[in-house]
């Protein structure tokens, strides 16, 4: 084998040349996907899952963002309100 291939596992030798045998190994072949269509889902849901972390992301800095705007809003007004006290007790 070359160093850049990895060796491939042996496939099972099939004991069974009957009918039932053949039909069900038709059977399993049909059941399961080809690595060529398995291909595409897989980087699909990646691209949705890094999508989703992404919107996610974003949605906490925009969280983040507002809540330092309500925070300093709120200095401000006891700012204001403790000016308005001085003047009023004067």
Request: no cysteine; charged share 30%.
């Amino acid at each position: 084998m070359s160093i850049h291939l990895p060796e491939l596992p042996e496939l099972p030798v099939m004991t069974s040349g009957d009918t039932a045998g053949l039909r069900l190994a038709e059977r399993i072949s049909r059941a399961l996907p080809d690595k060529q269509s398995a291909g595409p889902m897989k980087t699909l849901r990646s691209g949705r899952k890094r999508e989703a972390e992404e919107y996610a992301a974003a949605m906490g800095n925009a969280f983040a963002t507002t809540r330092a705007q309500v925070h300093r809003n709120e200095i401000i007004a006891r700012a204001k309100g403790r000016a308005q006290q001085r003047l009023a007790e004067r």
